[in-house]
């Protein structure tokens, strides 16, 4: 009934607005790095010209990984299209947290899926959906029993992460940037409104989501494990998505130069973009001590939501 009614309460809501996140305080942006290594292989890219395989058709997504940015998102793609019955959408698309895409209709959003054959299940992943006001209640609208996948790590260093990306896009772009510090404290107190730091609170967030999907049709992906060691979290995964066991060991390797694992599959070794792991800038041990007490309560408040707990700091 959530869904029915989420659905023609979005009918009217539907605008061209610019999406919300653009709004930003400081110099930070939403858009999480999608620059690939340009040898990647997909299953698929939603603008191939070439002529589908035989008995192949475009599907709404089965399951969708809905976060969160700098969470993991894009190793967790990678390393889940190693499975032969996972056909994986190539760019993130936006479709249920940008006004001005979901404006253009389911059947634009179906045409950027993947082609898959009828044993494969479609993932698409934009991080965005997590912390977007309207993603849940849209998602459910368009299919209540989805499976969804969310990954996170420890909120702290996501935030960190978050402006890592950023400052390094803006030094890219010769635009003017700031020390972590100045966007972390204002007037001596702690930035609670600075967006990498909302986009951490797991629990506010967690909520949103809850109201529209049962817990159980959300499985979250502990990032920090899956960095430390991936065969365990994406054996879960497996599970969760009910696709028989095919990822395995052999299917990782510990790249030293990068500092983590690297993908091997199809006779082919590839890792992500140099723009993922990049070293995070050393912080005021007073600030992140202010950052980290700050997310404590949410913290503690996300544990009991999601009934479990995480070794975060």
Not at 28 to 37: A, R, Y
Not at 74 to 93: F, G, K, S, Y
Not at 133 to 151: Q, V
């Amino acid at each position: 009934m959530a869904c029915f009614l989420a659905s023609a309460f979005l009918l009217v809501l539907q605008t061209y607005a610019a999406p919300p996140e653009f709004v930003q305080e400081g110099f930070d942006i939403t858009l999480d790095s999608v620059d690939l290594d340009p040898g990647l292989p997909y299953n698929i890219s939603g603008d191939d010209p070439s002529p589908p395989p035989p008995g192949t058709n475009k599907r709404a997504p089965h399951s969708i990984i809905i976060g969160v940015r700098k969470g993991g998102t894009r190793a967790l793609l990678e390393m889940l299209d190693i499975h032969p019955e996972v056909a994986a959408a190539a760019t993130e698309v936006h479709f249920f947290d940008w006004d001005e895409n979901y404006a253009k209709g389911f059947e634009w959003y179906r045409e950027l899926m993947p082609y898959s054959y009828p044993h494969q299940i479609t993932v698409e992943k934009t991080p965005g959906y997590f912390t977007s006001a309207l993603a849940p209640e849209r998602i459910c609208a368009m299919n209540s029993s989805i499976k969804l996948l969310l990954i996170l790590r420890d909120p702290a260093e996501r935030v960190i992460s978050d402006y890592t990306q950023v400052y390094f896009n803006r030094l890219e772009n010769h635009k003017p940037v700031q020390a972590i510090e100045n966007l972390l404290v204002r007037n001596g107190a702690l930035n609670i409104r600075y967006k990498a730091i909302q986009r951490s609170l797991y629990d506010v967030h967690m909520r949103n989501w809850l109201r529209y999907f049962p817990l159980e049709q959300i499985h979250i992906v502990d990032g920090d494990a899956l960095i430390r060691d991936p065969l365990p979290e994406l054996q879960r995964v497996e599970r969760f998505l009910n696709l028989p066991p095919r990822i395995v060991s052999s299917n990782f390797y510990f790249n030293q130069t990068k500092g983590f694992y690297c993908i091997r599959s199809d006779g082919r070794e590839r890792c992500l973009h140099e723009s993922k792991g990049r070293p995070h800038p050393a912080v005021n041990s007073t600030v992140l001590q202010q950052l980290r007490s700050y997310l404590q309560e949410h913290n503690r408040t996300f544990f009991r939501l999601v009934r479990r707990t995480f070794d975060w700091q």
